[in-house]
Each structure stands twice: as C-alpha cells, then as structure tokens.
C-alpha cells in the first residue's frame, strides 16, 4: 500500500499525462442535438433518432455524432448520445464487425459527455487499430451524459442497455455497413459496463452476436473497492458521484450516509467533470474538505445502499462470451487483488479468461498500454480462432 505522498504523487502524475493528452480547446456544452425529442417517437431501442458527420475524426475514416433511442430505469424511453466512427471503403458481405466502446468515468452530470470533447477520438483506447481492422467503432456517452437526465452511475442494467442499443443504433445508420456480431470493451466505468453488456447481452438484444468481451481494470466488487479507495484523494471523488448518484436514481436521501458538512461538498464534487487532467485537479480540489470517515456509516452495511451496490457488482449471471481483462499490478482505484478474485469465478463459472497483468501501470493509461493486445484479441474473436483461456482447469 503506497503511503499518502505518494498516492498524491501518482495521481498529480496521471493527471499531468491527461492534461498533456486531453487539453484541445475547452469541451463543449450540449446544444439541441443533445436534447430529447419532444414527443419522444414511437420506436424500439437502438432506433437513430438524429446523426450528423463531424470533421475531428481520426483520417481513413468517417465519424458521426448519433442520437439513439434507449430504455430508462423505470422503462421509460430515453434517448442516449454516442460516436459512431466507421472505416473508409464498402464493407464486407454480411456487414462490418462492430466494437462497442465503453467509456471510464467521466463525471455523473449532463456536460460530462465525451462526446463533447473535441478530442475525442483520443479517449476510445485502440481506436486507430481498430478502424484498421476493419471494425466500427460506436463510443455510447451512457444516460444522462450529453443528454438531459440523472447519470446511473455504476448502475450496471442501464450501462448494458446504453451498449447494445449503441450498436444497433450503429447498425441503423446505414453509411456504417455494419452487420450483426460485435464486441465489447471497456475501462473503469466502462470495464463494468462491458461486464455487465456480457451477462445481459443475450436477454436484451437476442438477435445480436456478442464475441468477447474486454475489460481494463473493471469495477467489480463495488462495496469492497468503495470501502478500499475512501482513502485516496480520487477515491473520495468518484464516492461522491456514486453516492450523488444513487441517491437520485434509487431515491434515498444521501444525507442519511454523510456528515451534514460533507454534503454540499459531495454535491460540488458530483458536479465537477473529469473527462481531463485540468478537469480532474478542480475535482481534486473540490473534494479536499472532505474528511477522512466523512460517511457516517459503513455503506454496504446500511440499506438500501449495500443492495444496491450487491446488485450492480458483476458476477452474479453467468458471462455470454469469453472475456479479456487487462489489470495494472500498481492501480490504486481497482485494485488488483479484486479484479483477479472475479477473474477466479469467471473461470470457476467455465468463462475462457485471457488475463494481461500489466507491470507498473497504475489505473488512467491501462486501457491505452493494453490496447494493442486487446484488439489482436477482438481480432481473433471475429476471426473465429478458439478464445486463449488462463483458467487452471481440473481435468
């Protein structure tokens, strides 16, 4: 366990590479392209409700900024925003593959889409070796980033939802060409949300082929890593967008868990975007008057609180696809030791598991520094090749 100077060290660290890598011009604010269509139109999920091509796409390509139909936490219809980036030339018979990408935390408020990043094409971790592959790539934002709404945070049914829909939404933009199999990657937030599309894909979008799923440093055992990060600097921060969070969209007032002092703090935090480093240091900030013990009880102890995060902790359906999961032996927000347990009953559940320790890689550029090895994977997937298991199996 690194002591506190240097946790702060590693993370002013991160934070420098992301504002070397992420600061092109300040992020947008959602314009009408962002809004919901009022009515909302009949329609099924994954439905284009609104495209239009944008220019700062990577070269060899096409990119668009979509809006798709999608179901909320009560049913209800929502619409979700999403990039869909598609290779150049015509596709091959029976469509292009499609990666659905899942995106890390960002922020739990409306102006925390990547999408509204003018450089977003460098937060999808392979983007430019995917597209040589030949794939297409959909980034969904999640409900309730770019698009009005409470942001499930975390909230693993709706994350999975926003992803299929993202890729038949792809597959409803016909300039995509894009055919019936994907796969799913992810990092953080998004390595949950992968997870999460892997137990839930088959239910939801029966006539989708999910191949694999891809996961870098995925929140899994959320009572645990919450409990684990409530003494690091950025542990305090993504606390206070889940407990912000939950606390709307599963109604239970939050001032019941906090400190009375800490609760405008947590409420300036959950408003604060991390997309980037800049973004990141005036959370970072933000979230300083946050004391240690600032809960007042031990979360997954109190209810509804450790239901909810039972509920949305990976592993309690059986996994649709084989899976890649990739893990920095240093990372001090997903620690490694959890992910490794859940990697273990995905193998006792006989899930094929290729599992990439990374050397010295802390959490913010693992998805990026396994990347190469994660599309090779996706790659084989598609190619039909027998999924490399790690598992130590009986015989």
Not at 117 to 126: E, L, S, V
Request: one cysteine or more; a neutral charge; proline letters at 8%.
């Amino acid at each position: 366990m690194l002591n506190g100077r240097m946790k702060l060290r590693t993370w002013l660290a991160a934070l420098a590479v992301g504002v070397a890598l992420g600061c092109a011009g300040a992020p947008r604010k959602p314009d009408a392209f962002y809004q919901t269509p009022a009515p909302m139109p009949d329609g099924k999920p994954g439905d284009a409700l609104r495209s239009e091509t944008v220019a700062e796409g990577p070269d060899g390509a096409r990119s668009w900024r979509i809006l798709y139909r999608s179901t909320g936490m009560k049913g209800e219809p929502v619409a979700v925003s999403a990039m869909l980036v598609v290779p150049d030339g015509p596709p091959p018979k029976g469509g292009r593959d499609v990666v659905a990408w899942a995106h890390p935390t960002t922020g739990v408020v409306q102006d925390c889409a990547p999408s509204l990043q003018r450089n977003w094409r460098k937060t999808i971790a392979g983007l430019d070796e995917m597209l040589k592959a030949g794939m297409v790539v959909v980034a969904t934002d999640y409900p309730g980033l770019g698009t009005p709404g409470v942001h499930p945070y975390l909230v693993g049914a709706s994350q999975a939802r926003a992803v299929v829909d993202s890729v038949r939404a792809a597959r409803n933009v016909k300039e995509a060409g894009a055919g019936d199999r994907y796969v799913v990657w992810g990092h953080s937030q998004g390595g949950h949300a992968a997870l999460f599309t892997g137990q839930l894909s088959a239910a939801l979008a029966p006539e989708l082929k999910l191949l694999g799923v891809a996961a870098a440093a995925p929140a899994t055992d959320l009572a645990k890593l919450l409990e684990l990060d409530l003494d690091s600097k950025l542990g305090k921060v993504l606390a206070s967008e889940a407990i912000w969070s939950w606390s709307r969209i599963y109604d239970t007032p939050m001032s019941k868990v906090l400190f009375q002092d800490a609760v405008p703090v947590v409420n300036r935090v959950a408003a604060d975007c991390i997309r980037d480093g800049m973004e990141g240091l005036t959370a970072f900030s933000d979230s300083l008057p946050l004391r240690d013990g600032f809960l007042t009880v031990k979360l997954s102890a109190v209810e509804p609180w450790g239901a909810i995060m039972k509920e949305n902790s990976p592993g309690a359906a059986p996994m649709g696809a084989p899976v890649f999961i990739s893990q920095g032996t240093v990372d001090e927000v997903v620690r490694p030791q959890i992910t490794a347990t859940y990697a273990g009953n995905l193998c006792a559940q006989g899930t094929a598991v290729r599992y990439l320790s990374v050397p010295d890689e802390g959490h913010m550029r693992v998805a990026f520094n396994s990347a190469s090895q994660a599309v090779a994977w996706m790659a084989d997937r598609f190619a039909g090749k027998p999924a490399p298991d790690d598992c130590v199996r009986s015989k």
